[in-house]
């Protein structure tokens, strides 16, 4: 059977990303969809750029500025589809990404998530680089590693059964977490199944929520409160404190991949502690070695130096995501 998938753009000021985010899910390779963008009170040109793609396949939605979780809400409730998915306005999908977590959510009847991995973009100028994501393949009921960790990203990953959120809307309010918190609820009640290739190209611009680091960490604390004190049992509470490290982990990564300045590494290297110090055992983890390896050699090594070097893995990085893409 050939499903229908709803697929939401907020959209907010958006004119220099959104027609491409578009094109890559016109090229979709499940072509029975619609596109929903909710304009949500931008200034500049978004709504020109939407009206000059021509498919009769994309509605537009106008509404006074009120939040990116608002405007997704508004897009659930104008959808139609069997299967919704979202999509932030400078993202990326690769062209199989909705016709593979179609079919990973059809052969498992009593999943209502599907994800895939994620390859982050990075905006400077002209140049872009590529790292990739974490390549987790947690399936199931993944509720409990999902509190420890936001695995999935980002609300341009998810593709959700429409039962799946019948109850379920994005929290307005919430600001940068607001796909963690939705994903979580949705973790609490279904179980998630992944598409282990990488699928979703989240773009990182310097006007995105991911450079106003202090915000982001003020909400991500918040997330953390609400969440167990509202959907987490009794025999999870164990994990709040791995969530609290997780996170300042994940922060001393904000500061640590910004501007290369004696304040950014310094708060870098806070947030790193201050993630051990909640829970030591991560100081044995790959990954936190691998944050302090790094930081040492941003202290260190002379910048022109430092440059050569990460201008070569740049390209390396490239280079490999070119080679899995073919390979998948």
Wanted: hydrophobic residues 40%; aromatic residues 10%.
């Amino acid at each position: 059977m050939n499903y229908k998938i709803s697929v939401i753009v907020p959209a907010y000021n958006a004119e220099r990303t959104i027609g491409k985010t578009i094109q890559s899910v016109l090229e979709q390779t499940h072509q029975n969809l619609e596109i929903i963008v909710v304009n949500d009170g931008s200034s500049d040109g978004t709504v020109d750029v939407v009206k000059s793609i021509q498919d009769e396949r994309i509605n537009i939605y106008n509404h006074s500025n009120s939040g990116v979780s608002a405007s997704r809400n508004r897009g659930i409730d104008y959808s139609s589809g069997n299967f919704l998915a979202f999509i932030d306005s400078d993202d990326l999908w690769s062209d199989d990404k909705l016709e593979r977590q179609l079919q990973a959510l059809l052969q498992d009847k009593s999943a209502g998530v599907a994800y895939s991995w994620t390859v982050f973009m990075h905006d400077s100028g002209e140049e872009t680089h590529f790292v990739q994501g974490a390549q987790v393949r947690y399936e199931g009921y993944v509720f409990p590693k999902l509190l420890e960790s936001n695995f999935v990203g980002s609300g341009s990953n998810i593709l959700v059964r429409r039962d799946a959120i019948r109850d379920i809307r994005f929290t307005v309010g919430l600001e940068a977490v607001e796909d963690y918190d939705f994903c979580l609820r949705l973790a609490k009640s279904w179980n998630y199944v992944v598409v282990p290739k990488n699928q979703i190209i989240y773009r990182k611009s310097p006007g995105s929520i991911s450079s106003k680091i202090d915000r982001m960490e003020g909400q991500y604390l918040r997330l953390v409160e609400i969440t167990y004190q509202s959907i987490v049992p009794e025999n999870l509470m164990y994990l709040k404190k791995t969530s609290k490290s997780y996170m300042y982990r994940y922060i001393a990564e904000l500061y640590l991949s910004g501007t290369r300045s004696k304040a950014n590494l310094r708060l870098s290297l806070a947030k790193l502690l201050k993630a051990i110090w909640i829970k030591p055992d991560i100081v044995f983890e790959y990954y936190t070695r691998l944050m302090f390896l790094i930081l040492l050699v941003k202290a260190t090594i002379p910048n022109r130096l430092l440059d050569l070097l990460v201008n070569y893995r740049r390209n390396k990085s490239l280079q490999d995501l070119r080679v899995i893409q073919e390979s998948q």
